[in-house]
């Protein structure tokens, strides 16, 4: 059976700093691409970030280059997503999802799993 388990989530005072964290099992990071993605309230999902299977090769949307480090630790089959300097406007609930492969380029369908999200909030 497949999960991902998303945490690290909270409210933070914008320019402050959280570490999301995608716990795996049931699947390889050898063989999947985990991608980042958010949902903010009335709008769309969007992708975020993405580290790829074999070569951890990384993409990110262009709001979060330079501030959302995309990592993976293999031996604990867990990604990670540093988040620096927080805007009010990141403000969304961050799922992660697992793609078989390479990183596609945030395209949605071709994630096949998906966690269950955790809320981040950029308040002051």
């Known amino acids: 059976q497949v999960q991902l388990v998303e945490s690290g989530g909270g409210l933070v005072h914008p320019g402050g700093s959280l570490k999301l964290s995608c716990a795996t099992s049931?699947?390889?990071?050898?063989?999947?691409?985990i991608g980042w993605f958010r949902q903010a309230p009335g709008k769309e999902r969007e992708g975020v970030s993405c580290?790829?299977?074999?070569?951890?090769?990384?993409d990110y949307a262009d709001s979060v280059k330079g501030r959302f480090p995309v990592s993976k630790d293999r031996t604990k089959t867990t990604v990670y997503l540093q988040m620096n300097d927080l805007k009010p406007e990141d403000t969304a609930v961050y799922y992660c999802?697992?793609?078989?492969?390479?990183?596609?380029?945030?395209?949605?369908?071709?994630?096949?799993?998906w966690g269950q999200g955790t809320q981040v909030t950029v308040s002051s």
């Open positions: 580290i790829s299977s074999t070569d951890n090769r990384t």
């Open positions: 049931g699947v390889s990071l050898n063989y999947y691409a």
């Open positions: 999802a697992a793609e078989l492969g390479y990183c596609s380029g945030f395209v949605l369908g071709a994630y096949d799993y």
